[in-house]
């Protein structure tokens, strides 16, 4: 019953998390070049011929950018929701189908699928649970705030990949203008290091043995930082393992069950 999953990369020049079983095979977001995605892919031992889906969290680039092409070259369905379908199909040609329903269970394989709605300014944004059997992994990449809700949804995951975008003291006095960095910091932004990591305290359960932490900026934030910050949170307390997404480079390979 086991699945595997990497992070292919993460941050504003791009999102791809590749999913998969011994049948199935999906990315959630497509933000990296057809070629630079299939590179990642096969860094993996992934194959982009065996590609069956992508799902897309929202219309910004960093995760739409190479959607269009990796379904001409290799063929796969595009899931997303109505308000993104539309985005996809008006600005890039792509004809999305079938239309996934904020907190409706999509199955593919074995895989179950559920996005959820969460608060970001693009025209709708889900992150998605991806279950398999009683296996569950959560992902929200792009998010202002965190709500009971969302953290009910992560609750009892195996991992967890969540952004811890910015350090706010980093981002204030940064090179960012002021209409960015207000945007940034809004409830429909970016999750800072802080919010990201009272946020883990409350959700990492017993079962969570690995985070992510994702979309780190480049220029308001270091790795180091939202590491830190995450690993202080638990104190010297049980702490899962937990992984900085590069924007460069492709993640481990974390087996689920
Ligand atoms: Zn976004
Ligand atoms: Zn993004």
Same mark, same amino acid.
């Given at each position: 019953m086991a699945f595997e999953f990497c992070v292919l990369g993460s941050g504003s020049g791009g999102n791809s998390v590749a999913f998969w079983d011994s049948e199935t095979l999906f990315l959630v977001d497509a933000g990296f070049s057809c070629r630079e995605t299939a590179r990642r892919m096969g860094q993996a031992g992934l194959d982009p011929e065996n590609l069956d889906a992508i799902f897309i969290s929202h219309e910004h680039g960093d995760?739409?950018?190479g959607a269009s092409v990796i379904r001409k070259k290799f063929g796969p369905r595009i899931l997303t929701t109505p308000p993104v379908g539309g985005w996809l199909d008006a600005k890039m040609g792509l004809a999305t189908e079938p239309i996934l329903i904020a907190d409706e269970t999509e199955a593919l394989g074995r895989f179950l699928v559920t996005p959820f709605g969460v608060s970001h300014d693009a025209s709708f944004t889900v992150g998605f649970t991806? &279950?398999? &059997?009683?296996?569950?992994?959560?992902?929200?990449?792009?998010?202002?705030?965190?709500?009971?809700?969302?953290?009910?949804?992560f609750a009892g995951s195996d991992a967890i990949i969540l952004e811890s975008n910015h350090d706010v003291q980093m981002l204030k006095e940064g090179p960012y203008p002021?209409?960015?960095?207000?945007?940034?910091? &809004?409830?429909? &932004?970016?999750?800072?290091n802080a919010q990201s990591s009272e946020a883990l305290l409350r959700i990492v359960g017993q079962r969570t043995k690995h985070v992510?932490?994702?979309?780190?900026?480049?220029?308001?934030?270091?790795?180091?930082?939202a590491l830190e910050e995450a690993s202080n949170a638990f104190g010297s307390g049980n702490k899962p393992e937990i992984e900085a997404a590069s924007q460069f480079d492709i993640g481990k390979i974390i087996k689920i069950g």
């Open positions: 995760h739409v950018c991806i &279950g398999k &059997g009683s296996r569950k992994v959560a992902i929200a990449t792009d998010l202002g705030h965190v709500t009971p809700e969302l953290e009910k949804i002021a209409f960015l960095k207000k945007r940034i910091l &809004g409830k429909q &932004g970016h999750l800072s992510t932490l994702a979309h780190i900026s480049r220029e308001n934030n270091t790795p180091e930082k």
